[in-house]
């Protein structure tokens, strides 16, 4: 049995509820990337990785792809989280994104709508993501989206990827 560790990097919340729900359910290791020792990952067969979208770009990708390349005996499992509603399509894009071919792959990829959260949000990313949503909207013609708070997270996400983690764990 593969021992298990679910790492996360959230700016609002929303990954790091995504990531205890999961170590709550798979009864694992919880550790935030921030301030984590990448020596600590000798521990563990399996990790999950989860964070928020920024961009386009899963935060904190870049470190997590140079351990994953450094690990290849390990198996790796990444999400990420966003506002965009979770189409086939839109998980397709992100993995393309973060994951080019030739590159690093983890052994599966999940996207998980979450939210957005004003109050928690720095003031160079409200300010980033106004400027977004002002692009957006221009090019489709549209109004503004509302700048209010909402949470879409829902733990019933999680099921593939605990189903996926549970049966990797117990492969050699
Ligand atoms: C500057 C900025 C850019 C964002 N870009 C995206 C994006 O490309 N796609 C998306 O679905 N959500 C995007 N979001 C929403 C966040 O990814 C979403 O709130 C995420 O769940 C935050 O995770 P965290 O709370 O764990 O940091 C963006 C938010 C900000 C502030």
């Known amino acids: 049995m593969k021992k298990v560790l679910v790492l996360y ?44 979208l920024f961009a386009g770009h899963i935060r904190g990708i870049a470190r997590i792809k140079r351990w994953m390349k450094d690990s290849p005996g390990k198996t790796w499992v990444v999400f990420a989280t966003g506002t965009t509603p979770a189409k086939e399509s839109y998980q397709e894009l992100i993995f393309k994104t973060n994951f080019p071919t030739g590159e690093v792959r983890p052994a599966h990829f999940y996207y998980f709508l979450a939210g957005i959260n004003y109050e ?52 050699k």
């Open 120 to 171: 928690k949000m720095g003031v160079f990313d409200r300010l980033l993501l106004r400027f977004f949503s002002l692009m957006d909207s221009r090019k489709r013609n549209t109004s503004r989206a509302r700048q209010t708070s909402i949470d879409l997270t829902n733990r019933d996400y999680l099921e593939d990827l605990l189903r996926y983690v549970r049966l990797k764990a117990r492969q």
């Open 9 to 52: 990097k959230s700016k609002t919340g929303f990954s790091k509820h995504y990531a205890q729900w999961i170590a709550e359910d798979l009864q694992c290791d919880l550790a935030n990337l921030d301030g984590f020792d990448k020596d600590s990952l000798n521990d563990y067969g399996l990790i999950v990785y989860g964070a928020g």
